[in-house]
């Protein structure tokens, strides 16, 4: 059983359901067709957006721990019936994201025979607008039915799924001058297809996948099966998001943006990529069977061991973690493995500053949790960390030097260094994978602070030069904050202005 040290809050946390326990051949099957139960009521529950502040590269490896912090960033799910009257099929599931252009998938579904699970299927849009695959979406959807009719005599019927991003998810489009909107405006309408947004790289597609599988569970199943405050149910929300995300992205990652989409900031060890393997695709013979036996960790040879520490990730008062948006992306699957290869083809010379650097990384998750429990920091405090910040950041040039990736290129470098120079800013870091698309920061608590950060920003362009491609980006100062908690059940009214 995976290690997990949690505070469990109630009224915070989400808890799936208790455990149901069905013979093997007592698989339900579904019902497709018929009234909808008028006592199905809407849900909604959003997701953290995540910040990699220390551990880029090293969360990968098993033997090291990154630090992550959840913030104030969600991705929202809201999930109703979906009436007659709307022109769908008997058997159709409708996802819209309303802030975007033409931004409707309609899917058909139906269960596999031989224990295959719930195959979802895209269906041809009623809109002129061809509308591209949604992967993510798809995969979330066909892995949350099959589990839920796995566990529970339920009748999939059609339903209508709102997805909603906060604001700071994308860089803003020109319509607005590129600048921020008031935080007031926690939705926006981007005016755009939803391929040419820009994302701003805050982990939308963990906190996706996390607030979709949850949304859709908390919908088919009875709500009389929710426990609030149950650990083992957000378990099992987490090792299904798991397993879906890996899916939809055809890789094993390490699993800490889903881990901080359930959990909030934590430091996080990653689970054995060997969980996953064996699982096979949907409609696969005994699909269903081996999704609900790793759901719900049945297998002994293949039990979850990631490690999640939530009271270890912590923030003084005085300081806040800030992002900013260079609007400029990075290639992070090809660092990845180029960092990887460096890293088995010189061992020797690796292992030293893989070593070192986690090292590193683990003073500052110490460093930053002991400062939250004392008040003021004094300016030797803040010198500390200002030390152990630019220690990881030397190490990280290193081995982005050593691998031929940029890491923290040099116009990054400039970028944080120019920061670090305004009063209040204590240091910053190019976060998880690094690249050209963001930094984070650590700044003290202050309204001028802030201000005074935002106007320099405002006027500050980065150049950059990537794969030969030489150029500026503007830069901009998000309006996120670290965010300590996780998965969170919303008020499906609170989004009635963007419901249909």
């Known amino acids: 059983m995976a290690t997990v040290l949690v505070r469990l809050a109630v009224g915070t946390l989400l808890g799936l359901l208790c455990r149901i326990k069905t013979k093997d051949n007592d698989h339900i099957q579904l019902i497709t067709r018929g009234a909808i139960s008028k006592g199905r009521s809407a849900v909604a529950l959003s997701a953290p957006g995540k910040v990699l502040l220390a551990g880029g590269y090293l969360v990968l490896d098993k033997e090291c721990t990154g630090l992550v912090f959840g913030l104030d960033a969600r991705i929202h799910v809201h999930v109703q019936p979906l009436t007659a009257s709307s022109g769908s099929s008997p058997s159709e599931i409708i996802v819209r994201s309303p802030q975007f252009r033409d931004a409707v998938w309609r899917y058909g579904y139906h269960e596999a025979d031989q224990l295959g699970g719930v195959q979802v299927t895209q269906l041809e849009s009623h809109s002129t607008v061809q509308q591209s695959q949604n992967g993510f979406v798809q995969t979330a959807l066909a892995y949350a039915l099959t589990y839920a009719s796995a566990i529970h005599l339920t009748v999939i019927e059609p339903a209508l799924i709102t997805v909603l991003a906060d604001t700071d998810y994308y860089s803003c489009p020109k319509s607005l001058g590129g600048k921020s909107p008031p935080r007031t405006d926690r939705f926006i309408n981007f005016n755009m297809p939803l391929n040419q947004a820009h994302k701003t790289g805050l982990g939308s597609s963990a906190a996706l996948v996390t607030a979709f599988v949850a949304a859709v569970i908390a919908h088919y199943i009875p709500s009389g099966t929710i426990d609030a405050s149950s650990e083992y149910g957000r378990l099992r929300v987490h090792n299904l998001a798991q397993a879906a995300h890996s899916a939809a992205q055809g890789k094993v990652g390490s699993g800490f943006d889903i881990a901080a989409a359930i959990y909030g900031s934590c430091v996080y060890r990653r689970f054995s990529p060997q969980i996953l393997q064996g699982l096979g695709e949907v409609g696969t013979m005994g699909f269903s069977t081996r999704l609900r036996s790793l759901i719900e960790d049945n297998d002994s040879t293949k039990q979850w061991d990631m490690e999640i520490k939530k009271a270890a990730a912590r923030i003084p008062e005085e300081l806040l973690l800030v992002m900013c948006d260079v609007d400029c992306g990075s290639e992070t699957v090809g660092m990845v493995k180029n960092v990887l290869a460096w890293k088995e083809q010189k061992p020797e010379e690796s292992v030293i500053l893989w070593t070192t650097l986690q090292q590193a990384n683990e003073d500052l998750a110490r460093q930053l949790r002991d400062l939250a429990s004392q008040s003021p920091l004094s300016s030797d405090d803040l010198d500390s960390l200002r030390s152990t910040i630019s220690t990881i950041r030397a190490l990280l040039r290193q ?24 009063p209040g800013v204590v240091g910053g870091v190019v976060p998880g994978a690094g690249g050209y698309d963001a930094v984070a920061l650590l700044v003290r608590n202050r309204k001028e602070v802030v201000d005074h950060l935002r106007e320099f920003l405002d006027s500050y362009y980065a150049g950059f030069e990537d794969r030969n491609n030489m150029g500026t980006s503007k830069v901009r100062l998000l309006g996120v904050k670290q ?3 996780g998965l969170k059940i919303e008020d499906p009214s609170d989004y009635r202005q963007w419901l249909p």
């Open 399 to 422: 081995i982005s030097e050593k691998a031929g990736v940029p890491i923290e290129p040099p116009v990054q470098t400039t970028l944080i260094d120019s920061c670090c120079e305004l």
């Open 483 to 485: 965010e300590y908690q």
